[in-house]
Structures are given as C-alpha cells and as structure tokens.
C-alpha cells in the first residue's frame, strides 16, 4: 500500500482483486496478484531506496538453487529447454496426491467457491484461492511457499528470442504442473490472479 501510494502508473486491480465473485489474496498476509514484471521490478527499486539496501526478483538460476534443484541443472541451459525436463521432481516425492501441507495448489475446496475450474482429486489444502504466506511448512533451506500459492516472476527471459518473463513454481489456481522444474513464460506486462513475485535482497559486494 505505501508503494502504491501517489503512483499514478500502477493498475488498481491488486488492491481487491476478485475472480468470477470471489476475492483472491483477499488480506495483507497473502501475497500480491495481478502485478506485472515491471510492477515486481518497480517495488523493489522503491523498496531498496526506503532501506538503503539492494533488493531485486531473483533469477531462474537462484530460484532453482533455491528449490533444491541446483546440481540437477545445467546453469548454462535457457530456461525453455530447463522447463521440459525433471518432470517428475516434486518437493515431496512422487506421491500423488500431494501430501497433507505439502502446499497451497488447485484443491478441492477451490471448487467450491469457482465450480468451473478443474483441481486436484483427493487433496484439500484448505484455501481456495491464496492463502496466508508461511501457512505450510518451509523447505529445507527454511523458505517458504516456493510450492503453491502464486507462481513468481524471474528476472530471465523464455530463451533468447522471447520478449516474454518467466515465472517459477506452481500456484493454488493451476492443478497439473506442480513440477518445481517448471517454467512458464508471459508477456512482461500481463496481470494474472495467480502470479506474484518474491524479493531477494542482495548482500555482500
């Protein structure tokens, strides 16, 4: 809200942001939804100005380093051909369904609220839409919602040719690609009632 305050460049649709009628990140501890790359960008540039420390999105690279998935990948590859492969790496296994708070994705109680949308038979993560950050457990490296609710913009591109941001990890309104390999890509500029972002604040030289 303080970011927001006197912009007159920001699109309102974070501040009550509802899909078919029902609210979506609907209190201050979710996450944000529907800002774009450039949003994302924007509140760290002001939020490292407030602090006098750097923040910024992270890249594809530390996003996977993050999720565990650093000695799987080949850093030299794009993210395109990254995304097709480890499709079976979950953060909790093979099992399917998910376990009980493995994350916030495309439940059953999502149907509930938006009967139209297709979800994961046999889990109930309770939120049908966003939840609360640090509801779940953190992974191993005590970070939290890299699993579920909203997918989060990267700084990188698709590939080289593509004018398109990319995003990492799966999301409470998507019920099929919770594979933390995973990228998807979307033109810099679109809003989505599930992609958000993560700051990473930089440190040492």
Not at 3 to 23: I, Q, Y
Not at 176 to 182: C, E, K, Y
Request: charged share 25%; hydrophobic share 35%.
């Amino acid at each position: 809200v303080a970011f927001a305050a006197g912009r007159n460049d920001l699109d309102a649709g974070w501040v009550s942001p509802k899909l078919d009628d029902v609210p979506v990140s609907a209190a201050e501890e979710h996450p944000v939804v529907m800002i774009n790359w450039h949003e994302a960008l924007a509140f760290c540039d002001w939020l490292s100005r407030k602090e006098g420390r750097t923040y910024r999105i992270p890249t594809d690279r530390e996003w996977s380093l993050a999720a565990g998935l650093g000695e799987l990948e080949n850093a030299a590859e794009s993210p395109e051909d990254l995304g097709r492969k480890l499709t079976s790496h979950q953060s909790w296994g093979d099992a399917w369904p998910p376990p009980k708070g493995a994350g916030n994705f495309a439940d059953e109680s999502l149907l509930s609220q938006l009967k139209q949308r297709s979800s994961i038979v046999g889990y109930q993560d309770g939120f049908p839409t966003t939840s609360p950050v640090m509801s779940f457990s953190p992974n191993p490296l005590g970070l939290f919602d890299l699993d579920g609710n909203v997918s989060e913009w990267v700084m990188d591109r698709w590939n080289r040719m593509s004018m398109g941001r990319q995003l990492r990890g799966s999301n409470w309104f998507e019920f099929n690609s919770l594979q933390a390999s995973r990228r998807r890509w979307d033109p810099s500029g679109n809003r989505r009632f599930y992609h958000g972002f993560r700051c990473v604040l930089v440190v040492g030289p």
